[in-house]
Nanobody, 124 residues
């Protein structure tokens, strides 16, 4: 019901930057939060960041805090993830997700709607 489309991934060198976008297209019901998750080969899906719809509060995973910034633009229903000082260990498929009810920021199973992901590769 809430299609999410990620964009902005690509190949960057260590220390570089990317901005990911997550757009909710079509009709969207009320949601509690938009989160970013990532999954690298052989790794479990990891919570990266989220932003609440109510007060705009944000949360970050320990591995990205201070380097990544989540923001939203309500005029175009888009949430952004600005990624600075990228490291090879940031390489993953990045997914955006919407929580339609009570959620735990870092728990992917508490999010209801998912995009198909965008690949981020950090390599020299």
């Amino acid at each position: 019901q809430v299609p999410l489309v990620e964009s902005g991934g690509g190949l960057v060198q260590p220390g570089g930057s990317l901005r990911l976008s997550c757009e909710a297209s079509g009709f969207t019901p009320d949601y509690y939060a938009i989160g970013w998750f990532r999954q690298a080969p052989g790794k479990e899906r990891e919570g990266v960041s989220c932003i609440s719809s109510g007060d705009g509060a944000t949360a970050y995973g320990d591995s990205v805090r201070g380097r990544f910034t989540i923001s939203r633009d309500n005029t175009n229903n888009t949430v952004y993830l600005r990624m600075n000082s990228l490291k090879p260990e940031d390489t993953a498929v990045y997914y955006c997700a919407a929580a339609g009810g009570v959620y735990v920021p870092s728990k992917s199973q508490t999010y209801d709607y998912w995009g198909q992901g965008t690949q981020v590769t950090v390599s020299s």
